[in-house]
């Protein structure tokens, strides 16, 4: 009976000590991570991190009825003030008044934004409109049937409004032709950035 116990106390030391040297293998393991490790976890995490942020910045949460905001006095403002300043550069002797080219004005863009059908701005992406500007160069005449238009898209891949303006007048003896400027920009917190100016014709 006392070689039983002690068969049994035997079995029991040498138990128990091993199952402190799996606990300890396993807490060791656990505890030795080498600081370079620790250090390219945390460059990877960082990175994940600044990926999101750079897909969240590079996605347009923008979408074309966002042009609409500018009837907003404010925007329409900053819009209008944006217009001014490139067009000094771009004249900067103040003479547009030779050059074929017609800017938006105040009283056409407001008219223009409530000319714009909604359903149609959605759905098309865009939106056109004729007007009759009555503006010519010198020595030309603009008459009714030479139709201007005033047209607005958006380019969901860059969140960027394009807006166009077409000047047509009467060449003779009955060809109307045309000039354009063109307008790009983006709204981003009630403002206009990124605004830029181009002439065609």
Not at 50 to 78: H, M, R, V
Not at 121 to 128: D, P, S, T
Not at 159 to 173: A, G, Q, W
Request: aromatic share 12%; hydrophobic share 35%.
């Amino acid at each position: 009976m006392k070689n039983i116990i002690y068969i049994f106390a035997v079995l029991t030391f040498f138990g128990s000590d091993n199952a402190v040297k799996k606990e300890n293998a396993t807490s060791d393991k656990m505890e030795i991570v080498p600081e370079y490790n620790k250090s390219l976890r945390e460059k990877y995490e960082k990175s994940i991190e600044k990926g999101y942020e750079q897909l969240a910045s590079n996605t347009c949460l923008g979408k074309i009825e966002d042009f609409l905001n500018l009837q907003k006095n404010k925007l329409q403002a900053d819009f209008f003030s944006k217009l001014d300043s490139i067009r000094k550069v771009q004249y900067p002797n103040n003479d547009q008044d030779t050059s074929i080219m017609v800017d938006l004005t105040p009283e056409y863009l407001i008219k223009f934004l409530s000319d714009i059908n909604l359903d149609s701005l959605i759905a098309n992406k865009g939106f056109e409109k004729e007007y009759h500007f009555n503006i010519a160069p010198k020595e030309y005449s603009d008459p009714q049937i030479c139709k201007d238009k005033i047209a607005v898209s958006f380019d969901v891949e860059n969140c960027t409004f394009r807006l166009d303006i077409y000047n047509t007048f009467l060449v003779e003896p009955d060809w109307c032709t045309e000039s354009m400027v063109v307008y790009g920009f983006k709204i981003k917190n009630n403002k206009i950035v990124d605004f830029w100016r181009q002439e065609a014709g």
